[in-house]
């Protein structure tokens, strides 16, 4: 392909090619603190033009890579970095079988890790950029990886996609140079990429142990609720994206994290009783 | 009924709640496949498997010689996944079928193992 | 054990279960080498080792369906 970048985002290393050179461009910028990407890829993306001449009129982006999807639509070039996002995220979430894939954030300290799960909207992302600007180390914003003979939590640390107010809430809290070009538009709307501070990508290759699991909802009234072994399992099941294929693995996986961490359901008005709520569950371990 | 005695050493003999006939006591794990995908998998199975073209299914959902005694015709087209789906989710039956055919293709899917034609479509639907 | 549910993992199928009392009770009642059962015997095992409470036949019935529908066992 005429345009290519290579990354190494905690274990897992993508090429991505293009028919353009923008989303290289910016993916080179958002990543530009990322140590070099050596070795073979383990996935590579490609966002191609869906007709030869669709690479200048009206130009929009096919993802494309090992895995698809038949029914993916295309998108706008504007938003060619949400592109390269989504094929990175397909590629690891149907082609990955060396670790359990948790649709989770997580943040750790001390060599412990919070994972927060929970559907888009739950505002895991957010929570765990909240926190990484409170001084926890940022694992992930949207995977969690689960080692399945240890069971320890590796670090996934991409550039954080926040969307609509959730930006707005973490330039709060963050300076504006940590965050790449805002996209409008989007399926999603209005989206930012934050990018990991350097602590977290210096320390992507560190695992941690898993030590709470959290389901948070964004809404009040604030509350916490111990959850149940067996709700926690089927409510991860939900949330894994390779469950099922890594089959005994996957099972014995998700067993032993279920059964050696406590999990809590957590309900939040704002972000700050959010932060409390974990220091809280936290200090309580 | 005598109430059996508790006697040092011997445990007493535990209760079992038997819970409702009606109610539902297994739950099959059915993740979402892939949260960032949303699209579907268009897959088929044939019944029987290819190897056993022509023959019929039992009630059991057993592979049968033709005509046997209370078996059905196979159906002339694989089924397909999302038809096998929605008639398992909706407890309908598979389109154009009767009771009896539904059910026999139905047990016949259920006995399918790993290296049967069909197996893995027939396992992934049901785990949505 | 999960906190009053057996989960099982089936690796024929590759399916994972979730069983609630009394249905591990009664998959152990034909687990392999116990040999097959009709209801009635199957009520008969169980009661060699429990007190049953409730309808014991509607139930044991009930559930079988539900195992076999989940691929868990077969008609002999």
Known sequence: MRHEIRLKIGPVRFRVGSDWAGPVAALRSLYREYPAADGVPDYSVRLEATRPWRRFIRPSVAVRGDHMLPDALPLDLAH?????????????????????????????????????????????????????????????????????????????????????????????????????????????????????????????????????????????????????????????????????????????????????????????????????????????? | MDEPEATAGVPTRRMLMLGAAGASMVVTIRPALAQTAGSVLTCEIPVPEPRQRGQWI????????????????????????????????????LPGTSYEQTQAYTRYMQRLQNGNSGFTCFVSLKMR | MLEGFAVVYHPASGATHLLASPVPEILATIAPGRGAATVAEILQRLAATFDLDGDGLAVVTARLAELEAAGLVRRA
């Open chain 1, 80 to 285: 060619g970095v949400l592109a390269a996002e989504i094929g990175m995220n397909l590629q690891l979430a149907l082609g990955e079988r060396r670790w359990l894939l948790l649709h989770a954030s997580s943040v750790a300290r001390d060599g412990r890790a919070l994972i927060m799960t929970g559907e888009s909207g739950s505002g895991k992302s957010t929570l765990a950029a909240v926190l990484a600007a409170r001084g926890w180390r940022l694992m992930g914003d949207e995977f969690a990886l689960v080692d399945l003979v240890t069971g320890e939590v590796r670090a996934f640390p991409r550039a954080t996609s926040l969307k609509n107010e959730a930006i707005d809430e973490m330039l709060l809290h963050v300076a504006e140079d940590r965050f790449g070009a805002e996209l409008i538009g989007t399926p999603k709307g209005r989206l930012r990429h934050l990018r990991p501070d350097a602590r977290a990508i210096a320390a992507m290759d560190e695992p941690a142990t898993p030590a709470l699991i959290l389901f948070p909802r964004f809404g009040p009234p604030e509350g916490a609720e111990a959850m149940g072994e067996a709700e926690t399992f089927v409510r991860l099941t939900q949330a894994s994206t390779n469950y099922v294929p890594l089959r005994r693995a996957g099972y014995d996986a998700l067993t032993r994290l279920v059964t050696s961490v406590p999990a809590v359901a957590v309900d939040y008005p704002d972000t700050d009783s959010a932060v409390a709520l974990v220091e809280h569950l936290w200090a309580g371990l």
């Open chain 2, 58 to 93: 039992a009630e059991d959902g057993t592979v049968v010689p033709p005509y046997t005694k209370d078996a059905v015709r196979p159906p002339s087209r694989p089924l397909k996944g999302e038809d096998v789906r929605k008639a398992l989710r909706d407890r309908r039956l």
